[in-house]
């Protein structure tokens, strides 16, 4: 089963809104999470379930989506987003994760 | 809080064997599902393996089946990853996490720092 992220990289101005799509070849329900992964540094939880911020997060992360469609937003992006995100399918192995999108600061 | 550490990582030949340790501590390690996730230099996560809580359902990726296995040992609160017929292509950062779960449908939720395997001759 494939994950498929798109973009692969985005460059985006402070305060933008951003949006990153997970797509699954099969459907999965909302068994899906992302992770944000700072350059040099361990990944981190951000979002379980599609769309349940893990605490601590904040609110300017979003997750949508169900079946095989799912995207990520980053309602205003600021300097320490800077980093890889992640999607991940867990209601099945193989849990794949996506090929991954940097996001830049333009 | 939820602590993972690795260990067990270094430079090894193909065709050797190798055993990762990942010792946890901070929550009640018998409880949760637990994963080993690798990641090649300058690449992406690959999710590597699966076990359930009591030990009783393990899953892999087909890469490593057959030549990787997982385990736990609850009274020593860790995690184990035997690795053998290494090859070049599972050189990378193997990373422990915790499961939000008793399996594996809560997400990773708590990463270890990782410990680095090389496989070259």
């Known amino acids: 089963i494939q994950m498929t992220q798109s973009p692969s990289s985005l460059s985006a101005s402070l305060g933008d809104r951003v949006t990153i799509t997970c797509r699954a070849s099969q459907g999965m329900g909302n068994f899906l999470a992302w992770y944000q992964q700072r350059p040099g540094k361990v990944p981190k939880f951000l979002i379980h379930a599609a769309s349940t911020l893990q605490s601590g997060v904040p609110s300017r992360f979003s997750g949508s989506g169900s079946g095989t469609d799912f995207t990520l937003t980053i309602s205003s992006l600021q300097p320490e987003d800077v980093a890889t995100y992640y999607c991940?399918?867990?209601?099945?192995?193989?849990?794949?994760f996506g090929g991954g999108t940097k996001v830049e600061i333009k | 809080q939820v602590q993972l550490v690795e260990s067990g990582g270094g430079v090894v030949q193909p065709g050797t064997s190798l055993r990762l340790s990942c010792a946890a501590s901070g929550f009640t390690f018998s409880n949760y599902g637990m994963h080993w996730v690798r990641q090649a230099p300058g690449k992406g996560l690959d999710w590597v393996a699966v076990i359930s809580s009591d030990g009783s359902n393990k899953f892999y990726v087909d890469s490593v089946k057959g030549r990787f296995t997982i385990s736990r040992d609850n009274s020593k609160n860790t995690l184990y990853l035997q690795m053998s017929s290494l090859r070049v292509d599972d050189t990378a950062v193997y990373f422990c996490?915790?499961?939000?779960?008793?399996?594996?449908?809560?997400?990773?939720?708590?990463w270890g720092q990782g410990t680095l395997v090389t496989v070259s001759s």
């Open positions: 996490t915790k499961d939000g779960s008793s399996g594996w449908y809560g997400g990773s939720d708590n």
């Open positions: 991940q399918r867990y209601n099945s192995a193989p849990l794949t």
